[in-house]
């Protein structure tokens, strides 16, 4: 039963209520997001942690007009039930649904789109300068995790709004936890905000006091000195230092808290103010509150009983392989150390970490830092594995060019979630590191066609100390192919040839192999004979190989899961500058093309991007001059 709900057609309608109606209206809200996802997946234990925050900002802020930033994004889900897509919810993270994330293109309620942490207080600051330039906007809001707040960004944006001055609202949502357990100094300051016995009151009565009137600020500050023995002079944080005014810690699922201190800070805000919520991940739904990652990212689930419909995989996923096979090399090389950015389970390090916990370390949501940490131990003689996502480690490119390559530093790029990546959508696509990680001086780029040819990359990758050294692989299961006891170490530079034939020749870079292999059948099956080799390297290339394919064959193709300017674009760079593109031979390139690919099913999402075994084909013999009409192939 939604009574309250069901007369919400925006937050303005949120406004008229008591605040025991809005505190009713947060349980239906609860409730609402776990039915909803329940039928979708998404990410469920974030969303339950802000539902009474949601709630009571909009209710107090004059939203859309004040604009509203959600630092991580997929903590949003409340935030659209409540800004008029509940009828929608059904088809989160779904082709053609909604985003799983806030954005600009979706609703007037979203007026900054926030999938990667971290940049709320910027653009928040942004909102509040156009203001204050006289542009049509109220209050700027960032409400940013206790996660996202661990990244050096968050810091250079309050640096900035502080010394600015400006009146400005951020929310810290502290719930000691983002995707892993919280690591850090960071977090351990935070804690230690309302770990003493009065430390909380203390802590929760300078917020207070900030608001009060200058003598009755003195007066309270007196006596609450009279109480806890707090000396003067020792009572600032580390926020007001920035020059922020703090208040909190308050109880973010408390709403007699939440709503009387986000209205006096609305009310007698000057300047920049920082409110510090202390909230519970999986908050009022006991498996998410049970679960190892409270609920982080889920499948569809039964609500009764939390049960998730996961499906049995036919193969090893890629993550677990890759998580294995370190393990594996670093029980042989005691030099081999791992480094991820807040995402030990999502990358496979924590296979390492259980074995040799003294040899991974989790620098929280800090790929900067992590980069560079990974470069100072590899210029030490370690040898480190620097995990990340592809679209994550776009955030660490600038330490990748100046800190890793310059120095020609062993760092060893583990770079999941490469290619398409499904119900994340774009946001998260690893679409870019071909390109930005071949432009590198010294850097040597590989890419893992199935999951025994990544044993192989990480047994080379641990192998090789001349340089730094990157690998790539995508989300999801493996193709199912046999496995080696133990990777081998391939020759750098180096392709091969899967099978050979005369007409047409496919040079696959990546994971993209699969849907290689059924285009070759649908050529085969049309009395078209086609050689399949694996690149295996973008950078050095098989020079040897190429022009053995280019000699023999009509047609060659390259095909890539990744962006325009990417492996094609170094072979075809290359063959131009030795003349060889006036050839016989006619090159095409399948790559993902230049727009972006809005979420679905990632095999959807690479038929949308005109990638599918039926596209290669055509591709392919259109290039080699037989027409696909003719032989019943048409180019999606």
């Known amino acids: ?280 991940k999986g908050k009022g739904y006991a498996p998410a509150e049970g679960a190892a990652d409270k609920g982080h990212g889920v499948s569809k689930f039964d609500p009764a009983t939390g049960q998730q419909a996961k499906g049995k995989p036919n193969a090893p996923s890629y993550t677990k392989v890759f998580g294995e096979a370190l393990t594996q090399e670093a029980a042989h090389d005691p030099a081999i150390v791992a480094v991820t950015a807040a995402m030990p389970s999502g990358t496979g390090v924590n296979i390492m970490a259980d074995r040799f916990p003294a040899r991974v370390f989790d620098v929280g949501i800090a790929e900067q830092h992590g980069v560079t940490f990974a470069a100072g131990m590899a210029a030490s003689g370690l040898k480190p594995f620097c995990a990340i996502y592809s679209t994550f480690l776009q955030r660490g490119y600038d330490q990748i060019v100046h800190d890793v390559a310059l120095q020609n530093l062993p760092v060893r790029f583990a770079i999941d979630r490469a290619g398409l990546v499904g119900a994340d959508g774009p946001t998260h696509a690893g679409a870019f590191d071909i390109g930005y990680l071949s432009a590198l001086p010294n850097m040597v780029v590989m890419a893992a066609s199935d999951e025994a040819e990544l044993m192989h990359m990480v047994r080379t990758a641990a192998a090789y100390d001349d340089g730094p050294i990157a690998f790539r692989y995508p989300r999801g299961e493996g193709e199912g192919v046999s496995m080696p006891d133990r990777g081998d170490v391939l020759e750098i530079g180096k392709g091969r040839i899967v099978v050979e034939g005369d007409d047409i020749a496919i040079l696959s870079f990546g994971a993209h192999m699969g849907e290689c292999v059924k285009a070759r059948a649908l050529m085969e099956a049309q009395g078209v004979s086609v050689t399949l080799a694996d690149a295996r390297f973008a950078k050095p290339l098989d020079r040897d190989l190429i022009r053995q394919l280019l000699k023999n064959h009509k047609a060659l193709i390259t095909v890539e899961q990744g962006s325009q300017g990417g492996f094609g674009a170094m072979v075809l760079h290359d063959l131009a500058n030795d003349g060889l593109l006036d050839g016989r031979c006619q090159l095409r390139t399948v790559t993902l093309p230049d727009r972006y690919i809005d979420q679905a099913a990632p095999d959807a999402m690479y038929a949308e991007a005109g990638m599918t075994a039926v596209d290669i084909a055509a591709t392919a013999m259109q290039a080699a001059g037989v027409s696909p009409r003719k032989v019943g192939l048409v180019s999606g």
């Open 1 to 280: 039963m939604t009574p309250h709900l069901d007369r919400i057609a925006g937050p303005a309608d949120m406004r008229a209520l008591s605040d025991s109606a809005l505190a009713e209206l947060a349980r239906e809200v609860r409730n609402e997001v776990i039915a909803s996802v329940s039928q979708t997946g998404g990410h469920l234990g974030s969303s339950l942690g802000v539902v009474e925050l949601a709630v009571a900002i909009h209710a107090v802020f004059d939203t859309p007009r004040d604009k509203l930033v959600w630092d991580v994004g997929h903590q949003c889900y409340p935030h659209k039930i409540l800004t008029g897509r509940r009828d929608r919810m059904t088809s989160l993270r779904q082709e053609g649904g909604i985003s799983g994330f806030t954005k600009r293109s979706e609703s007037r309620f979203d007026p900054f789109g926030a999938a990667h942490s971290s940049t709320s207080i910027s653009a928040a600051l942004g909102f509040t300068m156009g203001r204050d330039l006289g542009m049509d906007t109220g209050d700027a809001i960032a409400v940013i995790g206790d996660g996202s707040i661990s990244a050096g960004m968050a810091y250079e944006a309050m640096n900035n709004a502080g010394a600015e001055g400006r009146r400005m609202f951020v929310i810290l949502n502290d719930n000691e936890m983002s995707i892993a357990p919280p690591v850090g100094a960071m977090s351990k300051y935070l804690s230690g905000l309302y770990a003493s016995p009065f430390g909380e009151m203390q802590k929760m009565a300078e917020g207070f006091e900030s608001a009060l009137p200058g003598p009755l600020r003195d007066h309270a500050r007196r006596a609450r000195q009279l109480v806890t023995g707090a000396a003067p002079g020792n009572q600032g944080t580390l926020f007001e230092s920035l020059g922020f005014s703090y208040i909190g810690p308050i109880d973010g699922h408390d709403m007699s808290q939440l709503l009387p201190v986000l209205r006096a800070a609305r009310t007698r805000a000057t300047g920049p103010v920082l409110i510090h919520v202390c909230t519970t």
